[in-house]
């Protein structure tokens, strides 16, 4: 069991779920975060102060996948969220323990084996 | 001239003036976040350029005396502007009523633009326009040109104001084109309530528009204001039970579209109309403004805000409708269709297609102008970064911390930088 | 009928109109953001069916020739409402003055049940209630009906508005129950500046709602536009005090409270009382409010934004306190107990308890009838997703990426997944 | 008396009024959100105790019959403040049209002092202010005092209201000191379209400022009107250029800020200059708040909100202007510069100069008298916190889950934590 | 010692909160994410145009805890955010390889054991 | 290759990354959130509603480091993110299996080693 970490940019996101799920990958949880790395600075006027936002607006996903979908997910996110200009981030990939469904309290890969629901 | 008079004017211009930041946080609210600031400042920007392009210029074209296309320079400058009366107010009170019209028109063709046009190039189109194509239609309607002498109704600017921006709006969405995502990603407001604030003030103001139009505090300034009621409140209504007919759900955004497309209707028929009439109005004037909205998004055209739905179709209708509805007894003038003057639709039919067919052709000459000496719209990168920060260098929300302040020492050197990035903007973005 | 009564009741009307936007921002800043477009469209919503179906019937019910009771038909569908004079403006100008009004008094009563009320049961009540409640209670105090005749003071709506929207509140807080999680979990104001926005239009529109009750622009105008000034700002003085000897901090959402519960107090009062008299009221008026506010936290009842306590309680302590404080010296007309007249106070007493008794009961049967036909609420699963997204099918803020378009040759099957979800939300959620 | 006036003068005033929660948004839309709601009570708590005690006491020093210099007790707790006729209005009306200045005028300050001046010391300090300082400087030029008898022309508002205030702000950033992070750390807005939400609602407001000032509906108020359009229309104009130029973005935080300075430059010019002057002087009045407010930011001084900078050089501008531009054919009466009277140059120059002096002198004293008696400022660990929280126990935004409800039952306890947490704050954070 | 990943329902962080510190857990960071699994998505309107909600409001919670305290949290978050509805979320483990203090320095046990403060 | 997650207080967030771009570490991914500690909890009213709000602002970071770069890391921010005061927060360290550059696809050292950009 993996938990894939990756930083992407917010306008990828639409393509990079796409890409997940048809990559077959059914859980993922994002959240926006801001980053810094090699990317341009922008300078920002506010009536007389300038500022370097060194900070740039990204999106991470956090995926726990079982240890055949690592790359298939890896090279999922590789294809979509990639421009090819600098800023498009990075993929962390990180050793699990232990997982857990809260619903059922099914664990390890029961707990990220898809259920069949109605939509 | 009298006090009274007055009195209800200088009201019904500053609720005018009102509704172009109205206009800003209806349109605003409706972008994404990342260019908030840039739709905003699209409206904003007509609050001060414009004004003044119009108050020197082309308040003249439109309202000094002239022929039958256009006005002359005697005003220009605001010579001969003064006290003196002008009907019931001065002179320069009408100009400045006026002037308010002259900036919120302008300020509605952007919602079919925003995420995209580049702001230097917006600004020198609206600044063209203004003055090349909504000046001289103003004349011909109001300023005693041709479509006055015509017999065409617009009480308070169904062609002048809402045909016309909204026949630019669509000829600038297909010239400056969708944008990059549009029709491949989901584009949402992202606050519904700042475009409900837009939607109430627009209403507020929209008494000044329509009742102000009157020009005077008399019973016309009473029916027409309380047909700006009725009319959109009969929208709004038949609007939310189309939305529970067909799916299930009133929607707020639609909500807010239907006081807009109410007040666009019952514009060029305000002062004309009975109020039974107005609530007939109301109710006719959703139905080709709904389904437009839905069926628009289904097309290749980019009208991000919808200003064609909303305006073009509320206002061709609404002026098409005066010529149904309106009323002698009430307007204790022109009569319409139902009042036994059945020419009169034709009449309305032949002023919207004159301004649709003039508005069109002015506008795609200026923006095809325009675009051979600058880029009109920003490139695909900066569209992902938004317009904020590339166009305006600043972010509507910021969480505060983490930016770094340039020190006055380091200033030259982050004025370099600055001036890399913004020139980069400025430049071909 | 003159040109300057006209021109300040047309800006009046516009005042009270904008005060139900005004309201939707005081409401919605105040619950949760998952259910703030609900909020704010159980306001919007007035603005277009009840505005509808107040001008077709409810005025008339209201306001024409009829018993003690109730007025007549005679006014249905706006016949005979028209340019003609009614006091200093013309008859269909009193109408849509009036019709804010109509329009806004339900919308009050949405604050005792947001964030689980279903939306059309919700239409559909405050459709009922502003014909078979609110209709009758105006009809009694200022359609010549018998309070009027027993001699009851309301200057701008104390009991009509007010205590009627409070009771209805009440009763719908009973009625439709608790959220679930009230009383357990902390359910808190999303965006407060949205609340003191409301509060700030709110002010400023109810400069309409009282002077414009003057129904023209004379001195007894601007004596109520001055007691509508001086009364709020000494609640706002005296409950910061409250707050500062109480806990050392005086809030916002208080301030903003505050504001609210001073303009209601004074609102019967406006056009009857001295100055002095108006900072009088609004010191007194801020204390029952004030504790009650406390009080009710600690009880059962999920009067989710205090209507009764700042609507009722400040409505009927502002009716009674008329009857204290009405002075011949500067209303031209009614005494009160400091003028020599002790019996108003019972007069105004009566009245309250006669809208609060009529209110009550006929919210009650008006709920319970409608509650054999559909579910008055949504279910609690529902409560957790949210009302905007079930309720309305969009929200208020979204970040804009991640959400995924439909196109339109799926659009059929995501019709269908939309039928699913809504006709869900439509049906018993 | 006439009712076109009142009508008129009701309208003013409330523009007026609503000019306060307006400047809330404009000052709270660019603070950062953990101080928001602190910044908007600053000046909401205007709109309480400042109005009463302006009512009960500061009214009547500024505006009853006395000397010179201040007024007298004539019209104390509103004593003969009647419905008699104060020009073409009731006096009680003529005396809220003055409170609604009373209450914006010691809000402005607020500004300079914002993110860290304590809320209780903060209070304390304009109530003093109103009476100690506002009176008495309404007095010299509208109450019949010295600046009045020098023949100092002050439209709405250019000395005694901007410079006046943005005096005493300049003072108070200076007593209170800057804020900790001030210079090493980036502090930017929060909420920009807030901010241009206070910006648009000021300008509507301030319409009433101005051609209110007429106190009537006549001429006059149309002219002031008009130059209260054009002037700012210019300003913004103006400024667009100047950002452009400089730096090739024009900034949505500039353009509020440009139509802010355009306004406050015109105010004390609105009803003596004509229209193309009003042009002229927007265009002049931008450009020392302009490079003001860039030299500013790199400056020890921190005046956060940059109430010298537009208002006080704004205001100075405007008055020296208005001596300049002063034109008898159109305002009727006194001349300036250009129409052949230059004394009324150095008239102006000097009543800002002594206004300065004054206004600058008295602050001082009142801070340092309320220094010895609290602490005007919290302390670094609560700057980090933020204000809402620690000087108001509430939040702007919030989440919504995770705050736990205090039951009934653990009230007293959880009062004691609260009374530690909050007697801290309301004793030397 | 182990750092506990839980994703629950924005509703019951109220509860899940509550539980932790009755199970005397007392330090926890959290963060408003956004997730997708098996729940039913929402599709929203907009004007004319309609959008499947692809995700859904959830709650990020982040427990670093010694190893003793691992199974105890575990319950705590289990019974406290289940609902039994499709969308409960899911708990990872992940394995921790130190933890610091950053008030004193203080490192791995120490510096996840509550200190006295007068709250 | 280590993972570096620091919970600091958000006023001090300026500082760290000052400190951070010292220390040379160029990429950094911060989100905003909320925790809970030993902090004194403040007491909020809301009308008559008293809360307790058990949770603080934070400012969340993490960084994806080779191995010699996680002293000079921690380092810098215990010295910039430190107050002294209940509350300062926590460093985590977690392993990190694999890290990938979406840009380029570079894997581990290589995918965290700047490149040269013209900011
Ligand atoms: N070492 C790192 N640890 C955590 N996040 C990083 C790291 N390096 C980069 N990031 C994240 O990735 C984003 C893009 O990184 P950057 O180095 O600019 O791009 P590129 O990989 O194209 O050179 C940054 O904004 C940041 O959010
Ligand atoms: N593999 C995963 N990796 C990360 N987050 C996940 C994963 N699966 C589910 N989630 C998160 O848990 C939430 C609920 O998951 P879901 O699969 O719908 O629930 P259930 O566990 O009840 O079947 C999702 O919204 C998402 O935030
Ligand atoms: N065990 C933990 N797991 C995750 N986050 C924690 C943990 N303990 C503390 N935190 C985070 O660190 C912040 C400060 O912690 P706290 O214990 O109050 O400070 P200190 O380390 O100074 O005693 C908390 O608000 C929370 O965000």
Request: proline content about 4%; charged content about 10%; glycine content about 12%.
């Amino acid at each position: 069991m993996k938990l894939i970490v990756a930083i992407i940019r917010p306008e990828q996101l639409s393509d990079v779920l796409e890409a997940l799920f048809h990559a077959d990958v059914r859980g993922v949880t994002i959240s926006r975060v801001q980053g810094h790395g090699g990317e341009i600075e922008h300078v920002e006027n506010y009536r007389g102060t300038s500022v370097k936002m060194a900070l740039a607006e990204k999106v991470r996903l956090e995926i726990g996948v079982s240890n055949h979908f690592v790359q298939p997910t890896i090279d999922a996110i590789l294809s979509a969220a990639r421009t090819g200009e600098v800023g498009d981030g990075k993929i962390l990939v990180l050793p699990i323990e232990k997982i857990y469904r809260i619903r059922t309290g099914e664990q390890d890969q029961d707990a990220v084996t898809p259920v069949h629901s109605d939509s | 001239m009298n006090n009274a008079d007055i009195a209800w004017m200088l009201v019904a211009t500053a609720l005018v003036l009102l509704m172009t930041p109205a206009l800003a946080f209806f349109y605003g609210g409706l972008v994404r976040s990342k260019n908030v600031l840039n739709t905003m400042m699209m409206s904003f920007v007509a609050l001060g350029p414009v004004a003044v392009i119009w108050a020197l210029l082309g308040y003249s074209l439109a309202f000094a005396p002239g022929n039958g296309a256009i006005g002359s320079l005697a005003f220009a400058g605001l010579r001969g502007v003064g006290m003196e009366a002008h009907g019931a107010i001065p002179h320069l009170l009408f100009m400045a009523f006026q002037g308010t019209f002259a900036i919120i028109t302008p300020a509605l063709i952007s919602g079919a633009v925003v995420e995209r046009m580049r702001f230097n190039a917006y600004l020198a189109f609206i600044l063209l326009w203004v003055v090349g194509v909504y000046a001289p239609v103003a004349h011909w309607v109001w300023g005693g040109g041709f479509l006055a002498t015509m017999g065409a109704l617009d009480f308070a600017g169904g062609a002048v104001v809402h045909v016309n921006a909204a026949t630019a709006a669509l000829v600038a969405a297909v010239v400056v084109g969708p944008r990059k995502d549009y029709g491949r990603h989901a584009m949402l407001p992202h606050n519904v309530p700042f475009a409900m604030l837009g939607a109430g003030l627009l209403w507020f103001g929209w008494f000044g528009f329509n009742a102000g139009s009157a020009l005077s505090a008399g019973p016309t300034a009473a029916l027409a204001f309380t047909n700006t009621l009725l009319a959109p409140a009969t929208t709004l209504a038949v609007w939310t039970m189309f939305d529970l007919f067909r799916g299930g759900a009133a929607t707020a955004v639609g909500a807010a579209t239907a006081i807009v497309v109410g007040l666009v209707v019952v514009t060029p028929a305000a002062g004309y109309i009975s109020p039974l009439s107005a609530i007939a109005m109301g109710a006719l004037g959703a139905i080709p403004s709904y389904f437009a909205l839905i069926y628009r998004a289904k097309t290749k055209l980019d009208d991000s805000l919808d200003v064609v739905a909303a305006h073009g179709l509320g206002g061709a209708t609404g002026a098409i409708l005066t010529g149904v509805f309106a009323d002698a007894a009430w307007s204790g003038g022109p009569s319409g269709l139902i009042d036994g003057n059945p020419g009169q639709v034709l009449t309305q039919a032949a002023s919207v297609l004159i301004v649709l067919a003039y508005s069109g052709g002015a506008t795609f000459v200026i923006l095809k102008v325009l675009a051979l000496m600058m880029p009109l719209r920003i490139t695909g990168r900066v569209e992902g970064v938004g317009l904020d920060v590339t166009q305006h260098g600043e972010e509507a929300y910021t969480a505060g911390d983490g930016a770094i302040l340039v020190k006055p020492k380091e200033a030259s050197i982050a004025h370099g930088v600055a001036d890399v990035v913004v020139s980069e903007s400025g430049g071909g973005l």
